[in-house]
């Protein structure tokens, strides 16, 4: 492995301290020292105008749903992301069963409509999973497991309270899943198979969890009207089980919620003054992505994925769905900030706003997304303007937040919000120079150290002497990002060189084809 020193950086070193000036002596992918240090044998890089800083984390993304599709991660490398915490939103790639496969699946297709009824024998046990998982990746990747999926593979997609037996049984599993390496469980309290679940079997979940000193990562179960209720909830979970909390992409969505997460950051700010350790990670986006099946009532998913394909064929079943979908509300109050996402059978409709497309096409609203998701079997994505600056802001400025981009990219998709392609550089770019809602030192600490210590990432997350030489070179002055809604997969601007364990993943803002990231299994200890 190449030993190299890069002279006359502007080091920020993920600790939230002030940039300094410094050279970086780099030796068998180990951070030999930080200083003036002598060069002895190794390459000279003159990095003089730009900063460096330890490799991004992102703290919240679905990429080991996407791995099968492609591994090398490039739009995260490209960012300067060089470790993923993934198996978020209560949906990981295991353990499936084959029992409830049915149901594993349908959970899994939420995030990416790719068939891993091909691999299911390998989810079956999480052991095999990881072992499968154990190989060369583009970035480093620790994951989370998905309670959506436990559940799903211990009870399909049944509305009722586990039975002791069952209940029993989910904790076996995720046990043995922390024994072999998951960070921890986490939740998608909006999603089936986890919405089914009441507040005393999350706490029973969590306390397996804490008892391998794991976290809880939740995406609450409404963010809007009950937004309050909801973060309340996990809060009081982390209390009874004793886990760490984050709360998932935080946000307040639709006008009548905004500004709530005053209220909501109180809360969690009030708990850590308890003592607890709460967190949250959030997106630079005003706009949420999810897949359009979710406009679909929960109840009506325990119906399974054929019954509901069923109703969209069905003229009368088809106005029940339409009813239900509809909530009461207009189609065009309805649907009025949603966007077409990615559409395997419709790619041409990907950035248009559903209302106007509508329009242009003469039909319904409603109607045309119940006719898409029928072509797509229930797999099309949406984007949904429903946030306010305000709050957004507020999320980044909370001293416990970390950047996440919750990017639903995979490969030969036909859209994809801009956030898998953005994130990093637009907080960097937008929020930092442009905006100055953070400071430079602020939002790379948010990137790097915070997310290390939260998610006990040793080895990463700052420049120190005897840590991973997982490195970001940039330019403060021009990075920035280019990804929009109709040009998702936009290249950014102003990442110059990445690094992962000392090997040159990206340069010039190019991913090199370099496959140096690895699955990282977190190191259970018992409370």
Request: hydrophobic share 40%.
């Amino acid at each position: 492995m190449a030993n190299f020193m890069i002279r006359n950086a502007q080091i920020i070193d993920g600790s939230g301290t002030p940039a300094f000036s410094a050279d970086v002596l780099i030796e068998d992918g180990k951070i030999k020292s930080v200083g003036k240090p002598d060069p002895m044998d190794a390459d000279v890089i003159d990095a003089h105008g730009l900063t460096l800083a330890p490799g991004f984390i992102n703290s919240h993304s679905h990429d080991d749903m996407m791995a099968d599709l492609d591994d090398t991660f490039y739009q995260e490398l490209e960012q300067g992301v060089t470790t993923l915490i993934a198996g978020m939103c209560g949906i990981s790639a295991a353990p499936f069963s084959m029992e409830h496969l049915e149901s594993c699946l349908e959970t899994a297709a939420t995030v990416v409509p790719y068939d891993f009824a091909l691999s299911a024998r390998q989810r079956l046990s999480y052991t095999d999973y990881l072992n499968l998982m154990d190989r060369p990746l583009g970035a480093n990747m620790a994951v989370c497991v998905g309670h959506g999926t436990l559940r799903a593979a211990v009870m399909g997609m049944a509305d009722r309270k586990p039975a002791p037996g069952e209940l029993g049984r989910m904790k076996a599993i995720l046990g043995e899943c922390m024994k072999n390496g998951a960070l921890g469980i986490s939740y998608g309290l909006q999603y089936p198979a986890g919405c089914y679940a009441d507040s005393s079997e999350l706490t029973e979940l969590s306390s397996v969890v804490a008892s391998f000193g794991g976290i809880t990562s939740a995406h609450v179960r409404n963010e809007g009207d009950q937004l309050v209720e909801s973060v309340a909830e996990m809060i009081q979970t982390a209390k009874e089980s004793g886990s760490a909390l984050v709360i998932s992409h935080h946000k307040a969505i639709n006008p009548q919620n905004w500004g709530k997460t005053f209220t909501t950051l109180s809360l969690m700010e009030d708990a850590v003054n308890q003592g607890y350790s709460i967190y949250c990670d959030v997106y630079p986006y005003t706009a949420s992505s999810t897949g359009l099946k979710s406009r679909i009532p929960q109840s009506m998913h325990v119906l399974g994925e054929e019954k509901l394909l069923q109703m969209l064929s069905d003229p009368i079943e088809r106005k029940k769905m339409r009813s239900a979908i509809l909530f009461g509300m207009s189609p065009e109050k309805r649907f009025g900030t949603t966007m077409f996402g990615a559409s395997v059978t419709h790619p041409d409709y990907t950035g248009q706003m559903v209302c106007d497309l509508a329009s242009r096409l003469g039909e319904d609203p409603c109607e045309l997304v119940m006719n898409v998701l029928h072509d797509d079997h229930l797999t099309t994505n949406g984007i949904y303007h429903c946030m306010a600056d305000e709050d957004v802001d507020q999320v980044l400025r909370f001293s416990r937040s970390m950047i996440g981009s919750d990017g639903l990219y995979y490969k030969g998709c036909s859209g994809a919000h801009p956030r898998a392609f953005g994130t990093f550089t637009r907080v960097l770019g937008h929020y930092v120079r442009e905006r100055k809602v953070l400071s430079l030192k602020e939002a790379i600490h948010k990137m790097t150290g915070l997310p290390a210590a939260v998610y006990q990432l040793h080895g990463k997350g700052l420049i120190r002497p005897g840590m991973d030489a997982d490195l970001v070179l940039f330019d403060p002055d021009t990075v920035s990002d280019q990804a929009g809604f109709t040009d998702f997969s936009k290249r950014g601007t102003g990442i110059d060189t990445v690094w992962i364990q000392g090997r040159k993943v990206v340069e010039h803002g190019a991913y090199l084809g370099v496959k140096a990231g690895k699955l990282i299994r977190h190191a259970p200890h018992n409370s």
